[in-house]
Structures are given as C-alpha cells and as structure tokens.
C-alpha cells in the first residue's frame, strides 16, 4: 500500500499543526528491515494507538521517536520544527516521553526520588527533600492520583498500577507534550484498566499526545480515537476508531500471502500414541492448561506477546513448575519439578534467547553440542564414555544432521551466526536423544536460508516419532508447520484449531475474541 | 571464517602463514617466561645457566604452580578460592604439631592434612552453592577461620620442628639422574599432579562442566548439568591441592608462623598472567603452571635487581590489575 | 502507605520518618544474650558494669567509621577490600610525619588524606575505566599499598604527640571524644546518603546503573566519589588508630580484620551488597553488634586465636542470612 500521508482516512482536523511527525523513516538491523519509509502524524489532545503483529516495526518507530534509536533516514518534526536525539535523555527533555513494558524504576527508592533522579532540588547545596516531595505530590495531583501513590512511598511497595502512575507522574514531570506507552495495560487488572482509561482522558484533556502501542484490541477500541496499522516494517493505515471494526484492524494486520516453503505437513497416518497429557494444570501465572501432544506431530502454539506461552514451554521443562493439575508422559503420571528432571524424561527444550540459555558462548561447538550428554553422564568417565574417539564421530554427525556450516567444531560457539547457533542447541537435544522437543521461537532472528533448514530438520524429527511443541510468534510459521494449532490468549489456552487454520482465525483467539473472551467483555460491560 | 586472499605462489608461503597464525595463538606467557629466563641468566649464569641452577628454581616454583592450576579450576567456574593460603599456613603449622619431632607420624600427618583439604573445600562448596554467599567473601571467611584455627591449636608458635621424612617432598632431590644431575622430588610431584588434573579438567565430562558453569551458569542448569555437585568438587580439588602445596612449601622453607601469608594472591596472579580470563569459562593447567613459573622467576628477578622484598608484593598487585585490565579492554574491544 | 498532609505538624512528621532498622533488635538480643553468658560463665561485668559498656562502644570506633565509608562504597554496588592497608598506611605515615611534634600535626593530617584521596581516586578509576571487576581492584591497590609500607617501614615508626592523643582518649565532658567523632561520622554518611544530591545519585547507580545514567546521572563521577570517600574514612580510623597506640605499626589494618568486618557489618545492617538500598544506621548497629561478641568473647576468656577463627564463621555466617533468600547461582 501506498504510504497516505496526506491522503489519511482519517480527518486531520483542518489546521491544526501536529505535535509531532515523522517522515520517510527507515531503520535496519543486520538482517532485518525493522522499517520502510514509515510517515505518521500525531496531533494534540489526541490518543493514537499503533499496532501490528510482532515485528510489525511498532517498537522500532518508538524507539526512534523517544531518542533510543537513530533512524537511518528520514525526518522528525516537533511542533512543527526538525528535531534529532542523540540520546533518550534529550528527547526527554523536548517533551518527548516514553514509559516501556519494563518500568525503569529503582526498587528501593520513594516515588519522589525516582520522579526526580538526576535533577532532584536542592536548597544551599543539600538535597531539598521537603521540596521534592512537594513537587512529586503536585505531579501526582495533575494527574490525579495523589490518593492513590504517597511521594514518600517506596516504589517496591506498589502494584504494577501505581508504579505505572509513577512513571506517568515522571513523564509529566518533563512537561511531556508527547507520551508513549509500550503496552500499558499489558499487566493490568480490568479496574486497574479503567483508571488507566481515565486518566489517559485526563490528560487529552490537557492536550497531551498520547500514542500507545497494545496488542489487545478490546483496549484499543475502548481507549483509542485513531489505529495505525503497521505490518512488516512498512506502513499501513490510520483509521478513526469510529469508522473500523476489530475484524477490520486485524484484517489489515495480517492478510498476506504465503510465499515461504515449508515441508509438507503429517499426514494422520503419522501421528501415534498420546506422548504428553496436561489436565487443568496450573502454576503463579498459567491457568487451566488442557491439551494433548502426539508422537510423530507438531503442535504449534500461537499467541500474542504476553499469553504466556513461554511461561507453558518453562511449565513443562520444570524450570517454573505447575503447581496443580496432572501431567503425564508415555501414559504415566509425572511432575516434573526440574530441567535435570525433565532431561532425564527424554525432554528437550529450546530455549527462546539462545544466547543467554542456549549456548555457553566461550566453548567450542562441539563441547555446547555434548553438553547435555555429557551432564547425564558419569562425571570422571573421559570426554563421553568410549573416549574422545567417538566424539570425534558424533559430532561431525550431529552436524550434518543439523546441516552447520562451519570451517571447524573447535571453533567458539559465539563466533557463529545466530542461525548456525540455534543448530548447535538443535543438535545438543539431538544428541540427548529427546523424543519430546519444546521449540521457543525456533527460527526468530534467523536468516532465510537457515530458518528453511531448521523447518525441515523439525519436520524430520517428527518422522522419527519425536513429538514437537513448537512456540512461535510468526504466523507464517505456525500455519505453515503445525499439524494442529494451539493458541494461547491471557496465561490461557484460548482455542484449538486444525491445521492450516487462516491467521485471521489464529489472530482472533489471540487478541481475545474468542467465545470466553467476549463473554468476559461483556461481563465487564455490566459493571 | 577468513578467507586468505593470497595468490597462491605455493607451499612455502601457505607454510609460512600457518606458522604465523599457529604463533599468534600461543598464549603471551610462554615467550614472556622464557625472555625473563633469558634475562635471569645473563645477569647470573651460575644460577640460571646450569641445569643444577634450573632444577633449584623448579624446586621453589613447583609448589606455585600447584596452587596455582588448583585456583584455575575454582576460576574456570567463575568463582574465587582465597582461602589456600591459610591453608598453606594449617598443613605447616599444624603438621609441626602433629608430628611431635618423630618421623614415624609423617604418613598419618599428610593424610590428616588431605582429610582437612577435603573438608574445607566441602565447606566452602556448600556454602557458595546453599547459602548462597558470593566465593569472594565464603572463601575470605574461611581463610580467617582456618589461619585462626591453625594459630589456635599450635598456641600461636610453631610446636616443634618438621621432620625429615616429612620435608623430603619439598626439599629434596633424587640424585645422580643421568643428563639432568638431580631432580627435586618436587618437580615430579607436579609434574604427577598436572598429568592428573590435566586428564580430570581437560578430557573428562566434570571438566566440561566446569567450563560450562564458568561461561553460562543458566545455559548449564537447562542442559542437566548438576551445578551443586561440580562446584563442590572444584572446591574439594583445590584445597586438596593447596594442602599438597603447603607440604611442600614446608618442605623447603621450614616451619614459621606467617608462612602461608600471600600465596592466594600469587596463586590468583599466576593464573592471570597464564592468561586465565577472571570471568569463568577458560582455562588450561599448563597456562597456569607458566604463569606461576613466570610470576615466581619475576620474583626473582626483582631480587637480584636489588629491589626489596616487600616492593615485590607491590608489583604483584600492579601485575594482577594490569593483567585484568588488559584482559577485560581487549575482550571488549572485540564487541 | 499513608499520605502526609500539610496540616500535621513537623515533630510528628519527623517521628513517622524515623524508621528503626530492624537489625537493632537483633543488637539488643545479642547484647542480652551476651550479657547472660558473662553472668554464667565469667564476672558478670557486662550488665553490672557501665564502664564496660562504655568500652564497647569505644572498642568500635575504628571499625565503625570506616564501616561508613565501606556501607557508601557497596550501596554503589562496589566493595572497596584496601581499607584495611589504608589504614595501615595512614597509621605509619602519620606517626612518621608528626615526629613527636606537635606542630607537625596539621601538616600529617594534610598529608595522609591526601594519600587517601590518591588511593581512593585509583581505585574508583581501575572500577570504572579499566572496567576491573573491584574484587580485584582493591585487593590489587591493598596489595600494593602492603608492599610500599613493608618496604619502607618495618616497626613502630616516629610518635603522635600528647596533643593529638585527645582524638583518642580525650573526653568533652564525660563522652569520649572518640565516640563524637564515630557518631559525627555516621551523621555526616546519613546526610550524605538522604540529604545531597550525590546520595540520591549513589542509589541511583547502585540500584540500576542503566537507568540513572539514561537520567543523567555521570555514573562514573559518582562511583569514584564514593571511592574516594570510603577511602577518606579509612584515613580516618587509621588517625584515630594511632592516636591510640601513640606510634604507627603497619600491621595495624590486616591485624583488625577491617575489611571484612567493614563488609560484614554493612551487609548485617541492611545494605545489600547487589547495591541501591540500605543506610548508615544499620551499619553502626552491625558494628555495635560485632563490638558487644568482641567483648563477650574478652569477657569469657575467648583464646584471640579461635577469636579469629569465630568471627571468620561469623561473617559469612551473617551475610549468608541475607543472601540465603536469593533463588540465582552465585559464583
């Protein structure tokens, strides 16, 4: 689609100048487009949300916008004048303010202290702590909660609500014209939901740009006036809330065709025995988990940021355990408590950030591949019982069964690309003999070429009986691999579908329309 | 992956290069030893000329070396073992005691000594691994609890002297070997104990382990590997060989109250300058054994020079800082 | 979590304010505790006499200001393991400076913090440039210290004048003066911490590096500074050390575990040693505690070599009652 600047479908009030602009910004990382020549406009006294599949380039945009980014080109006006940052702090300081799903808050601290670190008052030198609070409190009166939020209240006693207040309370602070919201009500009860609603209002009031980029479409209908769609890096469309439906938005979100090449999908021949059973498990933050993982099958599981679904891969590998509900393996009841545990079941878990739980980035490939082996076995026998001879054997095998380009197993781990590491973590569970693989993400952050190797070495295992779970946050992915698709919504699972389900249908579940979602919504309407 | 874009003129130049970059890969250590070797014997070829001379400096060295490629293991996990210089100071002290001037109670007295290596070393496992307390401060309690200790049960004085039997380990040579003259048992000794640790911290799956804690703690509890029990046993290993250190120590130094004093310093030092990265995840015996050399014939250097003993601690710190920085700068240099 | 209004009047509000660190109910416990043992096992001096008690405070001092220094130092999540040479340093150089004289005195005072300045600055420069992990940084710097004092001062060197004694044995009235000096010192590390923006920043960068530097917070500034006055209350006890023993001794530092005991009691007194929270007042509690099992163990005729070997037990004992709770390996 044609980038509509000038032409958007939504009504640009006539004259009024925008507070801020961005024009023709593009943004790559290595390997990736992050963005393509994305324009928007955001006007004051206005609530814009953005959104987007995972990688739609959301956060990137923000990024840029709040100075934690250098766009590679293109243009940023404030108030009608050209602006750049070097840094978040001057952006901050332009009136420009950010507050991210992670709170940047210091635990131990008053709110007062957290508002003004960095450019706390002073009265002849010493700290002015009466005046600081004073003024903490009068942010937390602007925007209304100084019943809610003390000053002088330490920012590890608060509910993720208030310390959210408290980040708003900073933003304002700055005299932010500009405030940016990555996923606001992401950890938000449904009350706490509310007061957020109220007090973005407030502040539209005031003539504040809020833009806010959420995943939770229900949210975004209820607190926005317009959407921008991005997809792909590329922009979209901005639309008044008014004149769109959810179906619509999420139509413009995904609607693409399938032009990757994946193998060839299980026939039900294929699929054996029950391998896996979870009855209503449930742990801290996973509710009521039900569902069945055959031999020879891949099970994808979808779902939005946040679902949860991680937390189900680290449920099952034991290293957030459930804490009700039964588990079985090969038919007999098990709790599987921890990861040695789970290994020892003939588990195998690949993890989402192969850097930091995947690999041990200093040892050479071949020690990260006999890794797991190596931990079941006995400590003093040389390097794998029969000596370093067979080693010598497995390894080059496992490497071609996971198909690795590399001069030499002796070299760092860390030195590889990150498609060549996710092949060595492949081959680490290879080598365990696993025959229940958790996939995490399998090919995020992978170049083409690997991804389609990786693909078909996990179609592959399927053949040799092994049962797949596999996570992931591509649609494509998901459609393209999975024999049968869970998709998780809240910590929960919200639906099932078949294979070669559409993304439409996927993307539903996903941001909470399915039929329990919309009953809770209109639940929630009644109160 | 670089690719050398030499136009082939043919094998001798290919010889060349792989040479080179063969070169470029050994560890600064070794040439650095063998200059400042160098250097020892222009400046007093007696000494460190004659093989007579050489076997001498193995014998003071040996010890080093011991605890020094002890410490690497404890360094490879990440961690920091800075009680072995007290233990140094127990098995001197204490052994003076229990072998009551009689050299029939040498045997028993070793093994009390290598029961107390174990038991210390457990301790401080558990600790770092239960209590959770950082190795730095576990093992810096441990040193004040085992130098006490050690003080308390000899009343504060040597309680008699070391016999022997007992300092052979240290002190003493086998005789009339042919090429090299003598020998210093010491040297055999380490040269057992490194073929040892060699085999158990290069070509066994406890080894990998270690390695694998060092570099990636999370990466290794997904992978099975049982953290607890390979930092126990690293902990146990070390004390152990520390206490084998402190008998030979003994054995050449004689016995004296602050006998132990440094040595976990020199130890750390050794490691560093065999180019042990401070972080965990690295490590290599014979790395350490060279730096040890090369600390000890620094030591010696600076005395013949004439500089006072107590400004070598001094540069001792200086090398330790030095190393480190060095290491962490071009590490991060290659982000 | 309630909210002050204006209308309530300053005294309650300074009294809602203070908070006692619960660490001083532990002091009070150990003191009954040690008290109780005294009166069973030994002469019972403890709780019948004043003097004694009076005694362990004094016995503190030393410990007690540079635990200051060291409670700044590691709530900038740094550790600072050359207070004890610095010390040392600061005892035989200033002994060696006065010469007996008292008209020396200003310029030994001059002299010494100004070494400790110098060892505080390297330190805080070897964290923060040469991104040296501060283990190994201040056991390096300690290390070198050891060796520039041994090399140049073997014994008792030169004497502290009578006048300058005061610091030590002197009283104002019947307070020790000593005892002044160790409460100024904890006044002065509180009003740091609370009341400047320099204590507002060393949260900062103890708590979350990442985020104070994104507020503009010049990390490196700060964490030297703290360095440097970690250093400064080294300084301090060694100048308080040798008015004491009337001739500086370089085993002074090592022979009193200061570095150690300075960590330990910080950690006792709340301050987590991952940095960004706790305060002086606990410290001083801590120290206090470390002074009454120093005088319960000299009460009870404690052989000084199993001393050694208690406090050893004592320390990791007391930070492993807070590092217990985390769920991470540690290295």
Known sequence: MANEINQTSSQNSGNIQPTMEVQNISKRFPGVVALDDVSLQFFPGEIHAIVGENGAGKSTLMKIMSGAYIPDSGKIYLDGGKVSFAHPREAQKKGISIIYQEFNLLPERTVAHNIFLGREPSKFGALDVRQMNKQAREVLMEIGVEKMVSPTALASGLSVAEQQLVEIAKAISFNAKVLIMDEPTAALSFTEVKLLHDLVSRLKQKGMSIIFISHRLVEVFDIAEKITVLKDGKFIKTVDKKDVTPADIVYLMVGRTLDHYFPPLGKPEDFGEVVLKINDASNECLKDINFELRKGEVLGVAGLQGSGRTELAQALFGVVPFKSGKMELHGKGIAIKSPAKAIKNKMGFVTEDRKSEGITPRQPIRDNMLLTVRSTQFLLSSILKDGIRKSRKLVPMLGKQVDIRTDSFDREAQFLSGGNQQKVVLAKWLASDADVFIFDEPTRGIDVESKASIHDMIRDLTRRGIAVLMISSELPEIIGMSDRILVMAEWQIAGELPAKSSEQAIMLFATGHSKNAQKNSELAGKE | ?335 | MTTVTASENGFRRILRSIHIPPVYFFLILVFLIGGTLDQILADGQIFKNPAIMLNIVVRSVALGIVAVGQSLVIIGASIDLSVAYTISITAVMSSYLMQGKTENVPLAILGVFGIGALIGVANGLTITKLHVNPFIATLGTSLIIKGIINATFSNYTGSVPESFQFFGYGTIGPIPVSIIILFLTVLAGWFILARTKFGSHLYGVGGNTEVARLSGVRTDRVLIGAHVMCSMTAVLAGLFLVSLMQSGAPWVGPNGIYDLNSIATTVIGGTALAGGKGGVWGTLAGVLIFGVLDTTFNQLGVNPYLKTVLQGAIIVLAVASYTIRSKKEVA
Not at chain 2, 53 to 72: D, H, N, Y
Not at chain 2, 184 to 195: E, N
Not at chain 2, 256 to 271: D, H, K, L, S, W
């Open chain 2, 1 to 335: 992956m670089t690719t050398t874009s030499v136009t082939s003129p043919g094998g001798f130049t290919k010889l060349l290069v792989t040479i080179w970059g063969g070169i470029k890969r050994i560890p600064p250590v070794y040439p650095i030893f063998f200059l400042i070797f160098i250097v020892l014997g222009i400046l007093n070829p007696v000494k460190y000329q004659s093989i007579n001379g050489v076997m001498t400096f193995l014998r003071t060295a040996s010890p080093l070396a011991i605890l020094a490629f002890g410490e690497m293991m404890v360094l490879a996990l990440g961690g920091f073992d800075l009680s072995v210089g007290a233990i140094v100071t127990f098995v001197v002290l204490v052994s003076s005691k229990l072998l009551a001037n009689n050299p029939a109670n040498a045997f028993p007295a070793i093994m009390i000594m290598l029961g107390f290596g174990v038991a210390i070393g457990l301790v401080n496992g558990l600790v770092v691994s239960y209590l959770k307390v950082p190795s730095f401060i576990a093992t810096l309690g441990m040193m004040l609890f085992v130098r006490g200790g050690a003080l308390y049960w000899v009343g504060g004085a040597p309680q008699g002297y070391l016999t022997d039997n007992w300092r052979a380990f240290g002190r003493n040579y086998f005789e009339n070997v042919p090429i090299f003259g003598r020998v210093p048992y010491a040297l055999l000794i380490l040269i057992g104990l490194a073929l040892l640790t060699y085999y158990i911290f290069h070509r066994t799956n406890l080894g990998k382990q270690i390695l694998a804690i060092g570099d990636n703690v999370r990466a290794s509890q997904l992978s099975g590997v049982r953290v607890k029990l390979v930092r126990v046993l690293t902990f146990v290993m070390c004390s152990v060989l520390a206490v084998i250190a402190g008998v030979m120590i003994g054995g050449y130094g004689g016995v004296n109250v602050t006998i132990g004093e440094g040595f976990e310093m020199q130890a750390i030092a050794a490691c560093v300058v065999g180019g042990v990265l401070l972080g965990g995840g690295k490590g290599s015996i014979l790395n350490a054994i060279f730096g040890a050399f090369t600390l000890q014939a620094i030591v010696n250097l600076l005395n013949l020079l004439g500089l006072p003993k107590p400004y070598t601690d001094a540069v001792q710190g200086l090398i330790i800082i030095g190393a480190v920085a060095y290491v962490g700068l071009t590490s991060m240099r290659k982000r």
